[in-house]
């Protein structure tokens, strides 16, 4: 097993999305750090731009001021997708947060034949971005210097080919498996599953649509970790 190698922006006070290379304290970054946090002065804060990039600053006043050279950080390889149905109220927003906490790169939002939930792209659009919110927010929190990308809802049959279903008594998750598609309360239909890569186990339980997506993201990062 590699070792494992603390990503040096984790050490920070706090992780906040900007620019880095000349990076501005104003705004909902100020309010988040002097008045949720309570930093002061000298406070070690890290400043990312989301797409890999981050930089050392420190708290000095109404400035944050460098302290270090713009890092680039690799996206990690494999990327994971994990494309899931719309669960009902706010499981969505708990699901985006928690699975970019474990870390997940991109969540695809489905719409399945026996989907219970679906959006009109007005409610999509509204509901994209509260999502895409709570990632950045979650990422923030967690230290990751690349924000998971979060699109749909698309049809699940045009997924579902290049992905494996999670569908109960299947075969087990492995390393390969980097894209898993997760189905709605009532299930795939037939003709769904006929189109998947493969089906694979989450373990020996039914599931949540939510807890699905994040035991996927997990039992994917762990494979990654030791691949």
Do not use: F, N, Y
């Not at 097993?1 to 906040?16: D, I, K």
């Not at 290379?21 to 000298?42: C, N, Q, W």
């Not at 890092?71 to 970019?100: F, H, L, N, S, Y």
């Amino acid at each position: 097993m590699p070792p494992t190698v603390e990503p040096p922006a984790r050490r920070s006070s706090a992780l906040v999305l900007g620019d880095p290379v000349a990076p501005v304290l104003g705004g909902s970054a100020e309010h988040h750090l002097r008045r949720v946090l309570r930093l002061r002065d000298g406070a070690e804060v890290a400043v990312t731009d989301g797409a890999g990039r981050w930089r050392p600053c420190r708290l000095a006043g109404q400035l944050i001021e460098p302290d270090g050279d713009v890092v680039i950080e690799p996206r990690t390889d494999p990327p994971i997708t994990i494309a899931v149905a719309v669960p009902k109220g706010d499981r969505a927003e708990w699901m985006v947060q928690k699975c970019t906490e474990v870390g997940v790169d991109r969540i695809v939002l489905l719409s399945a034949a026996r989907s219970v939930v679906r959006w009109d792209d007005e409610r999509a659009a509204r509901h994209l971005d509260r999502l895409r919110l709570v990632a950045s927010e979650a990422a923030m929190q967690s230290r990751r210097v690349w924000l998971p990308e979060v699109v749909g809802p698309v049809a699940a049959d045009s997924v579902l080919p290049s992905a494996v279903a999670a569908e109960p008594g299947a075969r087990p998750l492995v390393p390969a498996d980097t894209t898993v598609a997760i189905g709605p309360e009532g299930g795939w239909s037939p003709e769904e599953l006929s189109l998947a890569g493969d089906t694979v186990s989450l373990g020996p339980h039914v599931l949540r649509v939510e807890t699905a997506a994040v035991v996927a993201t997990a039992l994917l990062v762990a494979g990654r970790t030791v691949a």
